[in-house]
């Protein structure tokens, strides 16, 4: 039989329970919370992007004044640098990550070069307005774009100016990458199209109507953007070299503007608009299938964001219903979290894994969560 002494102290946590809430993270599910940590947002987070340095494990948050540096395992403060030289109020930032050269590029009233290692400010580049950029660590150069059109090619390692842009641009569209086994660049502009660009020289190879940049298949030589030419297709595929869109491709629920490519299965998959997500087959394009994620009551579907874990073979999916998981080889459901965190929170605007350390990281309006991939 409990003791008297027992019973005492269930009543104590109980109380205690009642009086100060809930800790961050609790679930009423049997299995642990995954939420590691809560980094909080700041006042000057709007538009904020994420980036990752999964060899030493820091994480790097653009705000429009400020770059912030965190540990991706536990989501400790490493760092904070300014990276406006105005209150950056009207700047939604841009980010990228050279790994190889150790060097963190932002993008806000201009072009910011810091340390990976540190979080520390190394150079500035005054270039106005940048609007995307992307790296090639093979070539140890980055990509800048700038919102009235054209941009520049620099050094990463220096941060010289070594070449120029010779691409359209735009304000409206989304996505820049590059595919360092062909040589070209890909950056969406205004109204659907996408410039093609050659990245030793900066030429402008082709523009197409081909909708925003998603992902870069180097393996198969392919890029899959969302949208295209037809209206009803959700997906183009572009060849990596000639940029010439070679398929059209209809999921059938609403391909949304995140896609990830797993090269090591060969596997395409996209968030759609109706709460699932759709696995094809990257070198021919076929849709393999279609997996219905859980969601809450409550939840909406707002432009879920993926990321590909290759270590582990799966894909993570984050949307205001919580966190999946997904098998990369048969896109197979393994798991689905409902994450319950005090109040209104929005879906992640960016996605990434840390997979050295088994770690995802995901910024909300809540700030970034970092989240234990084995308690999902």
């Known amino acids: 039989m409990p003791t008297v002494l027992a019973h005492a102290r269930w009543l ?4 205690a329970l009642l009086v100060s809430g809930f800790p961050v993270g609790y679930s009423d599910d049997a299995a642990p919370t995954p939420i590691v940590a809560v980094a909080p947002m700041y006042a000057d987070s709007y538009g904020a992007e994420l980036a990752l340095d999964g060899r030493n494990h820091h994480a790097f948050v653009a705000s429009n004044t400020t770059l912030r540096m965190f540990d991706s395992r536990t989501g400790a403060l490493l760092h904070t640098q300014r990276v406006a030289s105005g209150d950056g109020s009207a700047d939604p930032p841009t980010i990228a990550l050279d790994a190889r050269d150790a060097r963190v590029f932002v993008g806000s009233d201009n072009e910011y070069m810091l340390d990976a290692n540190t979080g520390r400010l190394l150079r500035r ?14 070539a140890g150069r980055a990509y800048i774009s700038y919102y009235n059109g054209g941009g520049i090619i620099v050094e990463a390692r220096t941060g010289r100016i070594v070449g120029a842009l010779h691409i359209q641009g735009g304000d409206l569209g989304q996505g820049m990458a590059i ?3 062909t040589g070209r660049g890909f950056a969406a502009e205004s109204l659907g199209a996408v410039d093609v660009f050659d990245t030793r020289t900066g030429a402008l190879v082709r523009t197409v109507v081909a909708g925003n940049v998603g992902a870069v298949d180097e393996r198969d030589g392919r890029v899959f953007l969302v949208g295209g030419p037809d209206p009803k297709d959700e997906l183009s595929v572009l060849d990596a070299r000639s940029g010439r869109v070679v398929q059209g491709i209809r999921t059938g629920h609403g391909a949304l503007g995140t896609v990830a490519v797993d090269e090591a ?13 759709t696995m094809l087959d990257a070198r021919d394009g076929r849709v393999l299938c279609a ?14 964001r993926l990321a590909v874990d290759a270590r582990s073979g799966r894909i993570i999916v984050a949307d205001q219903g919580g966190v ?4 990369a080889r048969t896109g197979a459901l393994v798991h689905h979290n409902t994450l319950r965190l005090p109040g209104q929170w929005s879906p992640a605007s960016a996605l990434t894994v840390d997979e050295q350390s088994g770690r995802i990281l995901a910024l909300t309006s809540k700030g970034l969560l970092v989240l234990d991939e084995a308690r999902l």
Do not use: M
Request: cysteine-free.
């Open 12 to 15: 104590g946590v109980i109380t």
């Open 125 to 138: 580049v005054d270039t106005g307005h940048s609007y995307q950029i992307a790296v090639d660590e093979t």
């Open 179 to 181: 595919d360092a086994r």
């Open 265 to 277: 299965t060969g596997r395409v998959f996209t968030a759609n608009g109706d709460g699932t997500t």
């Open 291 to 304: 997996v219905a994620l859980e969601t809450s009551a409550e939840a909406t579907v707002d432009d879920p």
């Open 324 to 327: 999946s998981v997904l098998d």
